[in-house]
């Protein structure tokens, strides 16, 4: 039986981002719903300039948006950027009448701005986006615990060995505070496919690593097996820089560190089996991750796993590979 359609009049803009850094994939625009019935979206549009430019995104045919649904848009998707200081959108129908409107104005970073009720008139600044769940999820504690405290402090990304030197590759991740935190669910969603399984912890200060293979590491690194995450990740870390991603457990598609390493921080790191180590792992910021005096070479070959690297050597300046004393 085919099901019954409620009206496009019935979808609002719910909540928008448009001065993202890395808490999400790039600005967004979330719809909602508020019909009992699904909505057929195909021809509806968004635009941030409805005068002269009405058509910038159209829904496919086939589009549609469920009952009480949440819709997530990405930048990706809806194809035009998003000015966090002063922009407009614009939700139409197919005849090109206004459905909904919202202006975006001086949003702080990394937060998005939604409707306090979903659907509804008021709204607020969020300092988490919730992107595809309702804005009046709360956060649950222990969420906030793993974007305050849960950090990534090294990545072995071109080990040197003289066959498959990729299996040696690793990602070291620290608990910097004191508390314990529960890991079940976080997951990489780009760069590499992992997801820590149910009942996976890391106490205060303690190191965990994510390896590409279990035995391989296991006989570089005989001292730090006992820091192994279960199983092993899989894809691999791109010698020229890869772009990470680690994020919160679904349906919270919220990151926790998202940047991009590039082969140019460290000759060392770079062809010469070092990794690359945080040089104050308890103070950087996630989102000083994509900033490569965020990061040096470790301070022996093959890397540090699984335990502080508190030595330091890092690459001149001129990027000859000469070892120079490294503060952090």
Do not use: C
Request: glycine content about 10%; hydrophobic content about 45%; proline content about 6%.
């Amino acid at each position: 039986t085919a099901a019954t359609l409620g009206a496009a009049s019935a979808v609002r803009i719910n909540e928008w981002a448009g001065n993202i850094g890395f808490r999400v994939d790039h600005d967004f625009i979330e719809l909602f719903n508020s019909a009992a019935q699904p909505v057929a979206l195909g021809g509806v549009r968004l635009t941030d300039d409805a005068t002269n430019y009405p058509s910038r995104f159209a829904f496919p045919a086939l589009s549609f948006i469920a009952a009480g649904g949440f819709l997530p848009l990405y930048g990706e998707d809806f194809s035009f950027g998003l000015d966090g200081d002063f922009d407009f959108i614009f939700l139409l129908g197919t005849n090109g009448a206004a459905i909904d409107q919202v202006d975006l104005v001086s949003q702080p970073a990394d937060r998005s701005t939604a409707r306090t009720t979903d659907g509804g008139i008021a709204w607020t600044d969020l300092a988490v986006p919730t992107p595809g769940i309702s804005n009046a999820t709360a956060l649950p504690a222990a969420y906030a615990a793993l974007l305050a405290n849960l950090r990534i402090t090294e990545l072995m990304y071109q080990p040197a060995a003289p066959i498959s030197a990729g299996d040696f590759e690793y990602l070291e991740l620290q608990n910097i505070g004191t508390a314990l935190l529960n890991l079940s669910g976080v997951r990489f969603t780009n760069g590499l496919d992992y997801t820590f399984p149910a009942g996976t912890t890391l106490a205060g200060g303690a190191f965990l690593v994510v390896a590409k293979n279990r035995t391989a590491f296991a006989s570089r690194y005989p001292s730090a097996v006992a820091t192994l995450a279960p199983g092993a990740f899989t894809g691999a870390l791109d010698n020229n820089g890869e772009n990470l991603a680690l994020t919160l457990p679904a349906p919270w598609n919220v990151h926790i560190a998202k940047f991009r390493y590039e082969s140019t921080w460290s000759a060392l790191a770079s062809g010469s089996g070092y990794s690359l180590v945080a040089r104050s792992p308890s103070t950087a910021l996630p989102q000083s991750y994509d900033q490569r005096t965020t990061w040096r070479a470790a301070s022996a070959v093959n890397g540090n796993p699984g335990a502080a690297d508190t030595g330091g050597l890092s690459v001149a300046a001129n990027q000859t590979g000469t070892l120079t004393p490294a503060a952090g």
